[in-house]
């Protein structure tokens, strides 16, 4: 079902807690993202009830095979008198139309219906937009960003981005863009996008696998491995990944000053150390005096539904 769109509003914090529609109904959300479908049903409050996780081949999954992933997730909705489904999936997507309109990552999601296929599935109304916005929402509603009204909150990992809230408004046109595709360096890798030098290229588990490898550290290596090491090279390799995800978050502190930053994913995986690096990093590109000491928080949630909540968020914020 197509519904006509209304922007995006931040309704008072009473809101997590409705009394209409009534308490006993559900909130469905689905997180879409390159090789990975996860659904949840959360009660008014934002509280998941269940979960539910499945994977697919990114490189070479079809509609088809999205359709199946879909199908094993959104059998946790079967039970459920739902609100609605809010989806945060990655890409560039249309929330009027319902389409994901491209996902470098994932030719099979170019162009793929994801509102209609996920409401003949459940019969419930389903909306979509882009993980960057819907994840800003979700610790707008229900997690650190709560009782702020500009932050931003990042997602690290395979998965990059940035939302940022500026005065209440989530800043970011409809269906797009999470900054991964900012150009950090002119001069750089080439982007899965065509591009050269995206903040992407140099800010997710690939490059710090990549990095590792090239060091004689082995394939395979995490975050959490090589902090583990505690050895020097394994630390310099740390230490630089810091500084990589810190370029594109200098950019949003140039531009908009939001004074908290919430990092989401792997993040949590590099402890203290890397928390500092970003936050100093973040703290030396303060352009003005008496402007807010940018702080970084890490999610130390073991499994980070901040996605998941934003998609909870977008249902309430069209009931």
């Known amino acids: 079902m197509v519904h006509k769109r209304s922007p995006l509003r931040l309704v008072p914090e009473a809101v997590a807690q409705p009394t209409a529609p009534a308490a ?15 659904a949840a049903v959360l009660s008014m409050a934002g509280r998941i009830l269940e979960r539910i996780e499945t994977s697919y081949d990114a490189a070479s999954a079809t509609p088809a095979d999205i359709d199946m992933a879909l199908t094993e997730t959104a059998v946790i909705f079967a039970a459920h008198e739902l609100t609605g ?25 170019h162009g793929y219906p994801v509102t209609e296929r996920l409401g003949e599935l459940t019969g419930a109304s389903v909306r979509v937009e882009h993980r960057a916005r819907l994840q ?50 002119a001069s750089g890798e080439r982007c899965t996008c065509g591009n050269r030098g995206c903040w992407k290229t140099v800010a997710t588990t690939g490059w710090l696998r990549a990095r590792a490898r090239t060091a004689g550290l082995g394939d395979g290596a995490s975050l959490a491995s090589l902090v583990s090491r505690g050895d020097e090279p394994a630390g310099r390799i740390v230490e630089e990944y810091a500084q990589n995800l810190a370029l594109g978050l200098v950019n949003v502190q140039q531009l908009f000053a939001p004074g908290l930053f919430i990092l989401h994913g792997e993040a949590r995986e590099g402890g203290e150390g890397f928390r500092t690096v970003v936050e100093q990093r973040l703290r030396d590109a303060v352009a003005f005096a008496g402007a807010e000491q940018p702080r970084v928080l890490v999610s130390e949630a073991a499994v980070d539904d901040v996605a998941l909540l934003g998609g909870a968020g977008l249902v309430l914020s069209y009931v």
Do not use: C, K
């Open 85 to 109: 489904i809010g989806v945060a999936a990655a890409g560039l997507v249309d929330p009027l139309t319902g389409l994901i309109l491209e996902v470098n990552d994932v030719p099979g999601l």
């Open 136 to 185: 800003v929402l979700g610790d707008r509603w229900f997690g650190a960003g709560r009782g702020r009204r500009t932050f931003a909150s990042v997602s690290t990992g395979e998965v990059l981005g940035v939302g940022v809230l500026y005065d209440g408004e989530v800043l970011a046109p409809p269906g797009g863009r999470s900054g991964a595709h900012m150009t950090v360096s």
């Open 24 to 38: 006993s109904q559900r909130l469905g959300a689905v997180e879409l993202v390159p090789g990975r479908v996860r």
